[in-house]
């Protein structure tokens, strides 16, 4: 049993990422009986996100202490030429990759989860149940399939960025260690790209240069050109490890409708945020969600045969996106869609008047679970704060047809 023989489950959980092993141990939690396929776990990006959603995500998931998981940075720092520097009042946080997968996998082993290696080639429908099909021709039946396989590389839009480990602390940080977003250091020419940044806490920094949205990408080695050109100009000391980002965005996202074979969730649903590329904490923080309408739907008979699959992926799917929530998507893409045009002295005034409105106003804009009336809002917000002839283009853009 413990290598995944089992002739049928009430959950089958592809991949093995945040997103994979978060809905594997909400699904535990819930007395589902739950196989996880995928690779090794072996966690290499630099994931971050805000110091209170790790606070949650620890309590929802019953990961324990909070600091053991992440390494919190106050008042990250915020430089536009337009508005200087803004050190934002909502703590920051790294994630310790190696300690938030041991946590998620101790947790989801513990309440009966089982592992397999193998890679997900395929799902199809079987009455009511459906059948994982592996790359090594495996077939795993299951009440549910969770496809959490990462997002599609070919969306049409991107965020991009090129890092680098460098050495000691440059001045470039704020005394919290954490740079949000530098929009002058990385100078006017090229397309818009801001400075990212973080005291890693061992006599090292994570610099980064980060194309936050294009169509089409720009490419990487363009952001390491121009991130080698200003850490030589600073005399900043590159350590030797590089780091490479492109997080899809735009992907159309899986709204509640006909049975499907599979359930997209994490990356693999669109969960990603248009305006961050962040999507690792909403995994997390709705993977309990994911859990109990699946478990309510499935009546948590211990994955005995087969049950209304049919059901769970629907009730499962709803609980993700309900209707507040597709509409809070909606408007996060017509942002995007604003955001993609701008050239970079405008891309510096719309995030100088972004982040001057009240933390509870932009934080909400940065959050997928947020209300849609609270995303309208902070749209409004930023709006009346922008130039005329940025005003006229954000209008044009929210009313827009979608180009893609």
Known sequence: MRDGSAAYWDAVVAGSGPAALAATAALALEGLRVLR???????????????????????????????????????PLVRT??????????????????????????????????????????????GTSSVAVLADGTEVAGSLVVDATGGAANAPAQQRAWGEVVEGVPDLL???????????????????????????????????????AA??????????????ALLDERGIVRAGRSERVAIPLGRARVRSGAFAPALPFGAAAGMVHPATGYSVLSSLLLAPALARAAAGALGATGGRGPTDGGGAVEAARTALWPRGRRATAYLLDRGLEALLPLGAEDVDRFFAAFFALPQERWSAYLDLRSPPAAVAAAMSATF????????????????AAPRH
Request: glycine share 10%; with cysteine.
């Open 81 to 126: 030429r337009a508005g200087g520097d803004v050190l934002l009042p909502r703590p920051y946080a790294r994630l310790d990759d190696a300690a938030l997968a041991a946590a998620l996998r101790t947790r989801a082993l513990g309440a009966g989860a089982v592992e397999r290696r193998g890679r997900l080639a395929g799902v199809r429908g079987a």
């Open 384 to 399: 009346a704060r922008l130039p005329a002839h940025l005003r006229l283009h954000v209008a044009r853009a929210t009313v």
């Open 215 to 228: 169509r089409p990408p720009v490419a990487l080695e363009q952001l390491r050109s121009q991130l080698h």
């Open 174 to 212: 704020p005394p919290g260690g954490a740079l949000f977003m530098d929009w002058v250091a990385p100078g006017r020419d090229g397309p818009p790209a801001f400075l990212y940044g973080l005291d890693l806490g061992d006599g090292t920094s994570l610099l980064e240069l980060t194309s936050l």
């Open 37 to 75: 396929v995928g690779p090794p776990v072996r966690w290499s990006a630099t994931y971050c996100c805000w110091w209170d959603e790790v606070v949650d995500a620890a309590a929802a998931l019953r990961l324990g202490d909070p600091y053991a998981l992440a390494t919190r940075h106050d008042q």
